[in-house]
Structure formats: structure tokens, C-alpha cells
């Protein structure tokens, strides 16, 4: 096939292969001769990827590598970098959804004043500035990656002073308890991990999905439950649209993210929960500042500097602060002090 046989093919422009030659994409045959280019089925198939690619919007660079690796044989990375793309489409939609939320507001500003009010609009406009920001400071600085296959047998290794997986599977089994899924309820675990939390519920017979920012910590949780759904996505961006769930999970995983950023994750769980949909957190918690400054001093008479870098590495919610969130967000709530540090909240809402 020539260059226009192959874009009346494909329903694309001829300036649109050249455009994909050009960023070495395709690599179609030259003519002796005439150096007319013709292209064989596998050039055609390898547009039709790039199309496709395209078309849910990664970049040029992002599909070069896809079909780079390809090349190299390993098409199973495919449904990752897919997953990614999705990934990075709803978080551009969260932040979509906030920025029409701020112009809803300045609009209502603007009729209810009858003036342009610029302090009121620049106040709304530094505010979704700073929301943003907020979601986009996010990253994975504890390399959960590289953990995920030794990830189940560091929760046998007890550290004297500081350890999180203090009381571990007792909070997992209480969390199951307490939330208490009835047939045929779906649930969401976020920052599922290798699935010790999801994998309780799914061995119930509950339906549940696991959402994790860790492509290995969810390849060993398929291996565990090859049968869950697992996404990839964080706190700040479920990859999922609104009211999709009954109930949403998190256990020891709520403290990779800063408290300012904890409020906008349970934001996001009331979004993809249904009306009736509640709230289990499972995590490390301090009831004041106070209680955590008088933590770290009971450490350091101890001499555990390795649990005090430990423990300032994380960022531990305050109890008070997350269960006003639940009271202002019309949640009742109830909530247990497993060991010093170690507490469940369950939330359910007012309706």
C-alpha cells in the first residue's frame, strides 16, 4: 500500500502518517527508485495502535515507548501503560471538575453583588490554585514498588519502639466487622496494597476492588486474588466516576498522604460511594499534636532514633481532625483505639 491507500484505510490524513513517520513511530519501506513509501499490514497495524493510543489521549512520546517495548516483545506491558493513561485522565478530570466548581462560585458571586468583585475572585481562584497544587505534590517517595515483593513478610517483622503492623490482623478483621457488607454490596479498597485488607471481603464472597498507586503491589495482589479488580490511582484521583460504591475501605495506607491533602481523600471517597455509602479507616492516628510531640519525647528517652525517623517519614492523622470532617460532612461515627496508636473509624452517612 501507498501512503494514501493506507490513509483512506484508516480514516486518517496522509500529512497525519508523515507526521508519525517523522517522530519515528512507523518506519514504512522505501521504493527503489522513485522512494515512493509503501507500507506492508504491519505498518498498518502499527497505526492503527498509535491511532488508538492517540486517541485516549497519550502523548507521541508516551506511544513510542509503548511500541518500543513492543518490539522488544513485551506486549504485556500494554494494559499498564493504558492503566496509567487512565490514571492521569481522571485526575485531569478532578481537577476539571474543581476549576467548574470555582467558576460556579464566581459566577454566583458576580449576580448576587452585581459588581465584579476582584478581591472575591482572586480569593476563589488562589484557593483552587492551592487545591490544585495540592493533589499534583503527591508522589511515591517510599518506593512501594521495590517493597511489593517482600512487602507481606516485613508485616512479620517486628520493630521494638514504633511498628505499624502492631496489631495488624486483628485491625484487618475488625475492619470487616464493623463496615459488615451485606450480598451483594461492592466495596473499594484504596491503597489496597498486596490485598490483605480486600482479599477478607473477597474471601467472603463480597465483591470489592482494590485501587493502588503501585503497579507491583497490585501484580502481587492479582497473584493472591486473581479474580478482584484491581486499578491503578491514588487517594487524591480514584479512577472511577461518582457513586459507584457501598462502602470504601483504607488500612494502613490513609498516612502516605499529608494532612492537608487527607480531607480532599475523603472528598474523594464520598464521591465514587453511593448516597448510603460509608467509610472505614484503618491507620496510625494522635489525638492532638501534643499527644504526638509527647510520642516522639517518650521515644527519644528511649533512645529510638530509628523509630522516630520512622514514624516522621509518615504523615499520621489527627483523630479529631478527621472525625470533624465526618461531622460536617452529615457522617455519624463510631470509633475504636486499638493499641496506643492504632484506631478504626467508621463512618455512615446522615440520610
Known amino acids: 500500500m501507498r501512503i494514501k491507500d493506507i490513509a483512506e484505510k484508516l480514516n486518517i490524513s496522509a500529512r497525519a502518517v508523515r507526521f508519525y513517520e517523522q517522530k519515528g513511530l512507523i518506519s514504512p519501506r522505501k521504493q527503489e527508485g522513485n522512494q515512493y513509501r509503501l507500507f506492508t499490514q504491519e505498518d498498518a497495524w502499527r497505526l492503527q495502535t498509535i491511532i488508538a493510543l492517540r486517541e485516549v489521549g497519550m502523548s507521541v512520546k508516551e506511544i513510542k515507548k509503548v511500541?518500543?517495548?513492543?518490539?522488544?516483545?513485551?506486549?504485556?506491558?500494554?494494559?499498564?501503560?493504558?492503566?496509567?493513561?487512565?490514571?492521569?485522565?481522571?485526575?485531569?478530570?478532578?481537577?476539571?471538575?474543581?476549576?467548574?466548581?470555582?467558576?460556579?462560585?464566581?459566577?454566583?458571586?458576580?449576580?448576587?453583588?452585581n459588581v465584579l468583585d476582584s478581591e472575591e475572585m482572586y480569593r476563589l481562584s488562589e484557593g483552587s490554585k492551592r487545591l490544585r497544587e495540592c493533589r499534583k505534590s503527591w508522589y511515591d517517595r517510599w518506593n512501594f514498588d521495590c517493597r511489593a515483593m517482600s512487602y507481606d513478610r516485613e508485616l512479620h517483622h517486628h520493630h521494638f519502639g514504633f511498628d505499624i503492623h502492631n496489631h495488624y490482623k486483628q485491625a484487618l478483621d475488625m475492619t470487616v466487622k464493623w463496615v459488615n457488607p451485606r450480598i451483594g454490596e461492592k466495596g473499594l479498597d484504596i491503597g489496597t496494597g498486596t490485598g490483605n485488607l480486600a482479599g477478607r471481603f473477597s474471601d467472603k464472597g463480597v465483591s470489592i476492588a482494590g485501587v493502588d498507586q503501585s503497579k507491583e503491589m497490585l501484580a502481587q495482589c492479582r497473584n493472591k486474588y486473581p479474580g478482584m479488580e484491581t486499578k491503578l490511582g491514588n487517594f487524591l484521583a480514584l479512577p472511577y466516576?461518582?457513586?459507584?460504591?457501598?462502602?470504601?475501605?483504607?488500612?494502613?495506607?490513609?498516612?502516605?498522604?499529608?494532612?492537608?491533602?487527607?480531607?480532599?481523600?475523603?472528598?474523594?471517597?464520598?464521591?465514587?460511594?453511593?448516597?448510603?455509602?460509608?467509610?472505614?479507616?484503618?491507620?496510625?492516628?494522635?489525638?492532638?499534636?501534643?499527644?504526638?510531640?509527647?510520642?516522639?519525647?517518650?521515644?527519644?528517652?528511649?533512645?529510638?532514633?530509628?523509630?522516630?525517623?520512622?514514624?516522621?517519614?509518615k504523615h499520621y492523622a489527627f483523630l479529631p481532625d478527621v472525625l470533624y470532617w465526618f461531622e460536617e460532612n452529615d457522617y455519624i461515627t463510631k470509633h475504636k483505639k486499638i493499641n496506643n496508636l492504632l484506631y478504626i473509624v467508621y463512618a455512615v452517612p446522615i440520610r
Open 241 to 313: 466516576v461518582d457513586s459507584q460504591f457501598d462502602f470504601a475501605v483504607t488500612s494502613l495506607a490513609f498516612h502516605h498522604i499529608t494532612n492537608e491533602q487527607q480531607p480532599l481523600a475523603l472528598e474523594e471517597m464520598k464521591r465514587v460511594l453511593k448516597p448510603s455509602g460509608r467509610i472505614c479507616i484503618t491507620d496510625l492516628m494522635f489525638e492532638s499534636t501534643e499527644d504526638r510531640e509527647g510520642y516522639i519525647k517518650q521515644l527519644k528517652q528511649q533512645g529510638q532514633e530509628e523509630a522516630i525517623r520512622l514514624m516522621k517519614d
Open 67 to 113: 511500541l518500543d517495548e513492543m518490539n522488544e516483545g513485551e506486549r504485556e506491558n500494554i494494559p499498564y501503560y493504558l492503566e496509567l493513561q487512565r490514571a492521569a485522565m481522571f485526575a485531569q478530570w478532578i481537577e476539571l471538575k474543581q476549576m467548574i466548581t470555582t467558576i460556579d462560585q464566581m459566577i454566583t458571586v458576580c449576580k448576587e453583588k
